[in-house]
């Protein structure tokens, strides 16, 4: 480990051919797919080499080696289940909504300026991911589910983002909405 960390390359194909077979014979075990184990031992290896700085001269590496290993198990276990999109109701299409909250097919097509700017100021003035699901999900009518995969997270994350961005932008703009303003405003 120590050539290696110095920057020899015959030294990673000997730690390699040391190591990698034990490493593969752990992640079959914990995958039961010998390809699964495959992908695995390659990113252990990546992040291996990216972290062989801050190994520890002297020290046995091999308990690193395994702890690395298992955690890309984790990490990759993880991202597939967050993969899997659960959803009750496969059948009902999500139906865009405008920035008012009313469907898209019930809104109005003449929008005033001024709530328009009003809108647009508070929308800026949101944390980053909150403006980020806002836009996406009502502004450019994705889905959570399209959403959540542009902004590289999971659906649940992108219905926080989105949540607390339009309470958000309830406090921002007042509590009545600019329906119930017009409304109350002609009654």
């Known amino acids: 480990m120590q050539r290696y960390q110095a920057g020899d390359a ?15 014979g752990y992640l079959s075990k914990l995958t039961k797919s010998r ?8 990113q252990t ?14 020290a046995d590496p091999l308990p690193g080696f395994y702890s690395i290993a298992h955690r890309t198990f984790i990490d990759e276990a993880r991202r597939v289940q967050r993969a899997v999109v659960r959803s009750v109701g496969d059948d009902l299409p999500e139906v865009p909504a405008g920035i008012t909250g009313e469907s898209a097919d019930r809104s109005e097509d003449s929008i ?17 991911q909150q403006r980020e699901a806002v836009v996406l999900t009502k502004l450019e009518g994705r889905s959570v589910a399209e959403a ?9 994350a992108m219905k926080v983002r989105a949540h607390r961005g ?3 932008l309830r406090r921002l703009l007042g509590r009545k909405t600019p329906v119930e303003k017009v409304e109350k405003a002609a009654g």
């Open 10 to 24: 015959e030294a990673f194909r000997e730690l390699y051919a040391l190591v990698a077979p034990k490493l593969l």
């Open 35 to 42: 390809a699964s184990a495959d992908d695995l031992l390659q």
């Open 45 to 58: 290896f990546l992040k291996i080499h990216r972290a062989r700085a801050a190994y520890m001269l002297g």
């Open 112 to 128: 005033d300026p001024e709530l328009a700017k009003a809108a647009l100021d508070a929308l800026s003035g949101l944390p980053t």
């Open 148 to 156: 959540a995969v542009i902004a590289g997270t999971s659906v649940g």
């Open 166 to 168: 339009y309470e958000a």
